[in-house]
């Protein structure tokens, strides 16, 4: 596996699409919901992506685990971590862990060490507590699917 880290500007029309392909298939596909993925957030963020390393030089990468790290003052007055994706192969192998772990460690370096809040998916609260984030709010629909806000501090 191989992971990078990179400003929007900086992403190329591959890791781009690979990019907005997983975030459809999971977010629209996958989970039903229709909603508009393009909120003009990505653009301010960061982008750290896990891509396999093919065999052979034949084969593609494909992106298998995916996050944004927002800045302070985009979502929430806290730094943030949002869309976060693993592809369906990837599931289930400790990868989703990492990803977030990760994305905690770049949000810290990037943004300072500050509380980071995150708007989560109601069904992944364990996951979200077992890394340190407690709920902040109560239950929310956001697109149809019920959230609740978190903070890591």
């Known amino acids: 596996m191989e992971w990078i880290?990179?400003?929007?500007d900086a992403l190329n029309p591959h890791e781009l699409y690979a990019i907005l392909q997983l975030?459809?298939?999971v977010f629209a596909v996958e989970q039903?919901?229709?909603?508009?993925?393009?909120?003009?957030?990505?653009?301010?963020?960061?982008?750290?992506?896990?891509?396999s390393?093919?065999?052979?030089?034949?084969?593609?990468?494909s992106l298998l685990a995916y996050t944004r790290l927002l800045p302070p003052g985009l979502a929430y007055d806290e730094p943030s971590i949002g869309r976060?994706?693993?592809?369906?192969?990837?599931?289930?192998?400790?990868l989703g862990r990492e990803l977030m772990n990760r994305s905690i460690?770049?949000?810290h370096a990037l943004y300072g060490k500050q509380p980071i809040k995150i708007g989560a998916q109601l069904y992944l609260l364990q996951f979200y507590q077992s890394l340190g984030f407690l709920q902040t709010s109560e239950i929310y629909?956001?697109?149809?699917?019920?959230?609740?806000?978190?903070?890591?501090s």
């Not at 003009?40 to 750290?48: G, P, T, W």
């Open 5 to 8: 880290l990179k400003k929007f």
């Open 23 to 25: 975030r459809n298939l």
């Open 32 to 51: 039903n919901c229709v909603y508009p993925d393009l909120d003009n957030r990505d653009q301010a963020s960061f982008h750290l992506m896990c891509w």
């Open 53 to 61: 390393v093919p065999a052979n030089k034949e084969e593609q990468p």
């Open 84 to 94: 976060v994706v693993t592809a369906t192969a990837a599931r289930k192998t400790g």
């Open 105 to 107: 460690v770049h949000v």
């Open 141 to 152: 629909l956001e697109d149809g699917i019920e959230h609740v806000e978190m903070l890591l």
